[in-house]
């Protein structure tokens, strides 16, 4: 079945430090790639997604492109804040069909000023 | 809209007891999802509707959990009988397209301790 990979953290930087999470996927076909973000005692919010391959996805400065020839959906931040701290998940759905997010395990992201 | 609704945020209960929770998807969403939350196995699909019609419930973990949408704006998750190994953060969601290409919108989660 469809499976999610992200490094599980967790990652501290410093504040104004590069971001990178990565996330590689498994699925048949053509799926979306999405990256939620969940902050302590909160619901998962869509932080960006993409639908087809060479896509980017960006908001709040965050980017992520889809690598159809890695299967990759890596997060990228080039400043980051303390009010970034959270943790993030990578999920995909297949294409046209109805089965839901499958999602990575979270990456617990720690931003220290 | 005052986004995806569940209820209760908290809820303590003994081993053996039944537990009900709640959702109100977001009005004119079409998709309900049911997710577990848990350290061990992150978070996991339990069950979805598209149009109030259960289209897979194969994450659903055992027959002591069910789930029913009598309507539109309604959906309940009942463990019967609870253990504590069900303790966990259960969460809610909705989408606007019968096939989940596009943005999910979350509760807030019911945090669930069996004790």
């Known amino acids: 079945g469809d499976s999610v990979t992200q490094m599980e953290g967790p990652v501290t930087l410093s504040e104004e430090a590069f971001l990178t999470i990565n996330c590689t996927y498994t699925?048949?076909?053509?799926?979306?790639l999405f990256w939620y973000v969940q902050y302590p005692g909160e619901g998962l919010q869509l932080l960006l997604k993409?639908?087809?391959?060479?896509d980017k996805g960006s908001n709040k400065g965050f980017e992520a492109t889809y690598r159809k020839e890695t299967t990759s959906f890596h997060l990228e931040k080039g400043s980051v804040q303390v009010s970034d701290s959270a943790v993030y998940f990578c999920a995909l759905t297949p294409r046209g069909g109805a089965d839901g997010l499958t999602f990575g395990k979270g990456t617990h992201l720690i931003i220290q000023p | 809209d005052a986004g995806v609704i569940q209820s209760p945020r908290h809820e303590v209960t003994e081993m053996g007891q039944e537990v009900t929770l709640r959702c109100k998807p977001i009005?004119?969403?079409?998709?309900l999802f049911w997710y577990r939350q848990t350290m061990m196995r992150g978070l996991e699909l339990l069950i979805y509707?598209?149009?109030?019609?259960?289209?897979?419930d194969s994450g659903m973990p055992e027959d002591r959990f069910s789930a029913k949408m009598p309507n539109a704006s309604f959906s309940t998750l009942k463990i019967q009988p609870s253990e504590p190994r069900d303790s966990a953060v259960y969460f809610c969601?909705?989408?606007?397209?019968?096939?989940?290409?596009?943005?999910?919108?979350f509760g807030q989660g019911t945090r669930l301790t069996v004790v």
């Open positions: 993409a639908t087809k391959a060479d």
């Open positions: 699925a048949t076909g053509y799926p979306s």
């Open positions: 509707f598209n149009n109030n019609v259960p289209i897979d």
């Open positions: 969601a909705s989408s606007g397209q019968s096939y989940m290409n596009t943005e999910a919108f």
């Open positions: 009005s004119g969403h079409n998709s």
